[in-house]
């Protein structure tokens, strides 16, 4: 059976997966790799899940509800990837091939799940953002920033959240991160563009995402 392999679980609770494959070697293995997969090989494709599963599940924990939900879509989304590697034509990266097939099953996650976070609308005005300027201590304030900061992207409609994490997070390029969402990359510029105003709205204007 394919698997999605777990070294363990994180403090958080979160799934931790085993990278077992030299990254310097990638670009030579993963053709091979692929073209094994595509002939029907599910060993060949689970090494590709090993070198992939990290990267996968960081994009997916963004925009989840949660450790447990993010485990589940990036295991969907390997098997959604087995079912479809015949149709992986090599024209774009494989990386960026699974993060589109991630991605994806996130949103359709989310659109099925009425437990959904609540989000803020980026046609109007943010709701006001908590004070942070009253905490007691700088580490304090620190940790109290980040949550703050996690919050606010946490609190953004999912299409506009994607971009924000693809590009500011995991620190694709535009062209990638438009190639992934299926969007053109002045649609992903303008989500971009609304997604860090809001962010940088609910946290005072905060330094760092704009860049």
């Keep these: ?87 992986f034509d090599g024209r774009s990266q494989l990386f960026t091939w699974l993060y589109r097939i991630g991605v994806n099953e996130a949103k359709r996650r989310a659109q099925r799940d009425e437990r959904g976070l609540r989000t803020v609308s980026l046609e109007e005005s943010p709701r006001e953002p908590q004070d942070l300027s009253a905490a007691p201590e700088p580490r304090a304030e620190r940790v109290e920033a980040r949550a703050a900061l996690e919050r606010a992207v946490r609190a953004l409609p ?16 535009t062209s990638e991160a438009a190639e992934i969402l299926g969007v053109s990359e002045a649609a992903l510029k303008s989500r971009l563009h609304r997604a860090r105003a809001a962010v940088r709205d609910a946290l005072g204007d905060q330094e760092g995402l704009g860049r």
């Design 1 to 87: 059976m394919l698997r999605v392999l777990r070294a363990g679980a994180s403090a958080s609770g979160a799934a931790v997966y085993r990278l077992e494959i030299d990254s310097r070697a990638l670009s030579i293995n993963e053709r091979r790799l692929v073209g094994l997969a595509q002939a029907g090989d599910r060993l060949a494709f689970e090494e590709l899940v090993r070198i992939h599963a990290v990267r996968l599940y960081g994009v997916v924990r963004q925009l989840c509800a949660g450790p447990q939900e993010a485990e589940e879509v990036t295991q969907e989304a390997f098997f959604r990837a087995w079912r479809a590697i015949g149709r």
């Design 158 to 173: 999912l299409d506009y959240r994607a971009p924000l994490v693809l590009r500011d997070i995991e620190g694709l390029s």
